[in-house]
């Protein structure tokens, strides 16, 4: 995963989790525009939401934001 695409998902968690507090759950599609403009990235994430770290398709914001971080 990019260091680009880290910094994004740490952003996304971030303006989620000031929006709707620390409870909030996002998927993987969370980090990308309704188009499908980046399949390679999009399924990058996929990969690493779903088999690389078995998540639901929902997770706490503040668990996949703490996960980025640790470089998991």
């Known amino acids: ?37 980046r399949p390679e990235l999009l399924f990058e994430a996929a990969e690493w939401w779903i088999k690389t770290h078995q998540l639901d398709h929902f997770e706490k914001a503040v668990k996949i934001k703490r996960m980025v971080e640790n470089g998991r």
Do not use: H, W
């Not at 910094?7 to 409870?23: L, P, R, S, W, Y």
């Open 1 to 37: 995963m990019t260091p680009e695409f880290r910094q994004a998902i740490i952003d996304v968690c971030d303006a989620k989790i000031a929006k709707k507090g620390t409870n909030v759950g996002l998927s993987f599609y969370a980090f990308f525009k309704n188009k499908n403009d």
